[in-house]
């Protein structure tokens, strides 16, 4: 594992207050990005409204966010249900009295499958977390948005730009996002609401991590040799950091980026070229 840990990155220094007095919705809260998403954004000064199937963890990462003097609303949701996301939206903006920016990481991979083996209508459910649900909180937040002169971040993929086999029904959802996070762009940035996207690669976090060790107990690779294999097709030689990720969101969320929409930045340390 020491090659591991002499690629990765020192520690990161707290996120500037580049979101002061904004409200950001983190949806997809999980343990690596989600959770990144969401205490960075506190970091750089942001309320943060938390919305994830799982509430305990929610709760968990909104102790985070207060313990850096944000306030945090935790609310478990489905976001593929319509009701679920307007009474997500209902509560935030009861608690805020706005949202400024929504953060989309909230997402299913489907199987490692051929896509001429792929069942259509588990396609049709997985595109209703991947693509649609996006669509769905974008619609429901738009008033407030467009009020705010906010902006939107939906999380993509490198799946977009390599052409591993059995990637194809979640290469068609990420497609799909991206044409979505495109159209959402054309129809509310005149509206003063802008609309990115950000493509991670491999993110080195507990999930990832979890995965390689798991492979490494049934004894087909260790943790070490399948890092530096997909850090070997890398520039930097090493995976990006949820941190890093959530950094590249946030800047696109922040006034910093206000001449930037309908645009999709890739963030994996050089593993495909945009």
């Known amino acids: 594992m020491n090659d591991i840990v002499e690629s990765a990155p020192g520690p990161r220094a707290t996120a500037p207050s580049i979101?002061?007095?904004?409200?950001?919705?983190?949806?997809?809260?999980?343990?690596?990005l989600g959770r990144s998403l969401a205490v960075r954004s506190?970091?750089?000064?942001?309320d943060?409204?938390?919305?994830?199937?799982?509430?305990?963890?929610?709760?968990?990462?909104?102790?985070?966010?207060?313990?850096?003097?944000?306030?945090?609303?935790?609310?478990?949701?489905?976001?593929?249900?319509?009701?679920a996301r307007r009474e997500l939206v209902r509560a935030a903006?009861?608690?805020?009295?706005?949202?400024?920016?929504?953060?989309?990481?909230?997402?299913?991979?489907?199987?490692?499958?051929?896509?001429?083996?792929?069942?259509?209508d588990d396609m049709r459910k997985q595109a209703d977390l991947n693509v649609l649900a996006s669509v769905g909180l974008v619609q429901e937040l738009a008033p407030t948005l467009t009020a705010r002169g906010g902006s939107v971040v939906l999380?993509?993929?490198?799946?977009?730009?390599?052409?591993?086999?059995?990637?194809?029904?979640?290469?068609?959802?990420?497609?799909?996002?991206?044409?979505a996070a495109r159209s959402l762009s054309v129809e509310l940035?005149?509206?003063?609401?802008r609309v990115n996207s950000v493509a991670p690669g491999y993110i080195w976090g507990e999930k990832l991590r979890g995965f390689y060790?798991?492979?490494?107990?049934?004894?087909?690779?260790?943790?070490?040799?399948?890092?530096?294999?997909?850090?070997?097709?890398?520039?930097?030689?090493?995976?990006?950091?949820?941190?890093?990720i959530a950094d590249a969101a946030i800047f696109l969320a922040s006034d910093f980026a206000s001449g930037i929409t309908?645009?999709?930045?890739?963030?994996?340390?050089?593993?495909?070229?945009?």
């Open 262 to 274: 309908g645009q999709c930045l890739d963030v994996n340390c050089g593993q495909s070229h945009h």
């Open 189 to 193: 940035a005149p509206e003063g609401v």
């Open 213 to 244: 060790e798991l492979r490494e107990s049934q004894g087909k690779t260790t943790v070490a040799a399948k890092y530096a294999e997909k850090a070997q097709q890398t520039d930097s030689r090493r995976l990006p950091t949820p941190d890093e």
């Open 48 to 83: 943060v409204v938390l919305a994830a199937r799982d509430g305990d963890r929610l709760e968990s990462i909104g102790q985070e966010v207060r313990a850096l003097g944000r306030r945090a609303l935790a609310v478990p949701t489905d976001v593929t249900d319509a009701t």
């Open 93 to 120: 903006v009861a608690e805020f009295g706005r949202v400024d920016v929504l953060m989309n990481a909230a997402f299913v991979h489907p199987p490692f499958i051929k896509l001429l083996d792929a069942d259509l």
């Open 19 to 32: 979101l002061t007095g904004k409200v950001v919705l983190v949806s997809g809260v999980g343990p690596d």
């Open 155 to 179: 999380i993509n993929s490198l799946v977009l730009r390599n052409r591993l086999p059995g990637f194809g029904a979640y290469r068609i959802n990420k497609a799909a996002l991206l044409a």
């Open 42 to 46: 506190a970091q750089a000064g942001a």
